[in-house]
């Protein structure tokens, strides 16, 4: 637990107050230990973790079993209150890591201490299903991803999603799917040599299995900074890792090229984040084919679907009017751009 030695603001009431005071009847601080007295859910909460801290041992051991005993509805229900101190937040999460109701409360308390969170990613069950899908607390809790790959609750399916490769697997490179857009690509798209020359003499096959094999051994943080500053062959690897932090850092690696921006637009298993990265840079939708892909899309947002629509070919156009694989909403409006165009004619 949190050092007790902290000083801890917290406000009291008048009846808690009368609880605690210096020279308060032992028989009424006893019975307030006990959860005994009809105090409001607040006053009992802070009346127990003042005791809890107090130098009475058998106020101190009452007020511990007290808030281990209280229902787990009644203790959720007043913890939502958000000046708790982090020091009460830690001991229930410490004391309960598998108390499901109050746990969902504690995870979204904005007074809960990071050491609070990596503990109960290293040790709670419950934890990992309730952290695993909490982006807030995973992006803002520098050690919590790690903490709960190391947690041996962790299923597979879990581990993945947190960025996890399960080095058992048999790893090769992944090709990229060519299309018929190939004829739009941006003129330095075609660039496939490794950047600076690295690699030279060596096996491209080799190169690629080694990377992956590194990349087993990365921690979240680490992949970030290679995706940020890798070469291409470690931005092909990252572009597809689960993790969007990851991915996503691959976007904003100066290196990359237009050619590799295109090939994450025209994939279809493109997360929408890095869908949504690339709407925002203009440099990238300067180019035809990115823009195209961007449309075709299913992840796009409409908005910019619709935005772009302008840019499209007549046979891009009818291909777009006829497509099954994005929203009615841009089918229809291609439809409705074929029509106008063919009246013109």
């Not at 009992?44 to 058998?58: Q, Y």
């Not at 999603?161 to 399960?166: H, M």
């Not at 970030?224 to 092909?236: C, H, N, S, V, Y």
């Given at each position: 637990m949190t050092e007790t030695s902290n000083k801890v603001r917290l406000k009291v009431s008048p009846d808690a107050a009368r609880i605690l005071t210096q020279g308060a009847p032992r028989d009424l601080q006893l019975m307030a230990a006990r959860g005994a007295l009809p105090l409001a859910g607040r006053d009992l909460l802070t009346v127990l973790f003042f005791m809890l801290h107090g130098r009475d041992p058998e106020l101190r051991s009452q007020a511990q079993t007290t808030l281990q005993e209280l229902p787990s509805n009644v203790l959720a229900g007043v913890m939502r209150e958000p000046d708790w101190p982090a020091q009460l937040l830690d001991y229930l999460a410490r004391s309960r890591p598998e108390d499901r109701v109050l746990l969902e409360v504690l995870l979204q308390h904005p007074a809960l201490a990071d050491a609070t969170l990596i503990t109960l990613g290293e040790r709670s069950a419950t934890a990992v299903e309730l952290l695993v899908h909490n982006q807030v607390r995973l992006e803002n809790c520098p050690g919590l991803v790690e903490a709960l790959l190391a947690?041996?609750?962790?299923?597979?399916?879990?581990?993945?999603?947190?960025?996890?490769?399960d080095p058992a697997a048999v790893l090769e490179p992944t090709a990229v799917e060519e299309d018929d857009s190939a004829d739009h690509l941006p003129v330095d798209a075609e660039q496939d040599q490794a950047d600076d020359g690295e690699g030279e003499g060596e096996p491209e096959e080799e190169i690629n299995q080694s990377k992956y094999q590194q990349a087993l051994e990365l921690g979240v943080s680490e992949k970030i900074?290679?995706?940020?500053?890798?070469d291409k062959e470690w931005r092909t690897i990252f572009t597809k890792d689960p993790n969007k932090l990851v991915s996503s850092a691959v976007l904003k690696n100066p290196r990359i090229t237009e050619g590799e921006v295109l090939t994450i637009a025209k994939n279809k298993s493109s997360s929408e984040e890095l869908i949504r990265l690339i709407t925002?840079?203009?440099?990238?939708?300067?180019?035809?084919?990115?823009?195209?892909?961007?449309?075709?899309?299913?992840?796009?947002?409409?908005?910019?679907?619709?935005?772009?629509?302008?840019?499209?070919?007549?046979?891009?156009?009818?291909?777009?009017?006829?497509?099954?694989?994005?929203?009615?909403?841009?089918?229809?409006?291609?439809?409705?751009?074929?029509?106008?165009?063919?009246?013109?004619?």
């Amino acid at each position: 637990m949190t050092e007790t030695s902290n000083k801890v603001r917290l406000k009291v009431s008048p009846d808690a107050a009368r609880i605690l005071t210096q020279g308060a009847p032992r028989d009424l601080q006893l019975m307030a230990a006990r959860g005994a007295l009809p105090l409001a859910g607040r006053d009992l909460l802070t009346v127990l973790f003042f005791m809890l801290h107090g130098r009475d041992p058998e106020l101190r051991s009452q007020a511990q079993t007290t808030l281990q005993e209280l229902p787990s509805n009644v203790l959720a229900g007043v913890m939502r209150e958000p000046d708790w101190p982090a020091q009460l937040l830690d001991y229930l999460a410490r004391s309960r890591p598998e108390d499901r109701v109050l746990l969902e409360v504690l995870l979204q308390h904005p007074a809960l201490a990071d050491a609070t969170l990596i503990t109960l990613g290293e040790r709670s069950a419950t934890a990992v299903e309730l952290l695993v899908h909490n982006q807030v607390r995973l992006e803002n809790c520098p050690g919590l991803v790690e903490a709960l790959l190391a947690n041996p609750a962790t299923d597979r399916a879990s581990k993945f999603r947190l960025g996890w490769q399960d080095p058992a697997a048999v790893l090769e490179p992944t090709a990229v799917e060519e299309d018929d857009s190939a004829d739009h690509l941006p003129v330095d798209a075609e660039q496939d040599q490794a950047d600076d020359g690295e690699g030279e003499g060596e096996p491209e096959e080799e190169i690629n299995q080694s990377k992956y094999q590194q990349a087993l051994e990365l921690g979240v943080s680490e992949k970030i900074k290679m995706a940020l500053t890798g070469d291409k062959e470690w931005r092909t690897i990252f572009t597809k890792d689960p993790n969007k932090l990851v991915s996503s850092a691959v976007l904003k690696n100066p290196r990359i090229t237009e050619g590799e921006v295109l090939t994450i637009a025209k994939n279809k298993s493109s997360s929408e984040e890095l869908i949504r990265l690339i709407t925002l840079n203009r440099e990238w939708l300067k180019h035809y084919a990115i823009k195209k892909a961007l449309i075709f899309h299913p992840r796009t947002p409409i908005q910019n679907s619709l935005r772009y629509l302008s840019i499209l070919g007549e046979k891009d156009m009818k291909a777009l009017a006829k497509s099954r694989g994005v929203s009615q909403v841009i089918v229809n409006a291609a439809r409705r751009a074929v029509i106008l165009k063919d009246k013109k004619k």
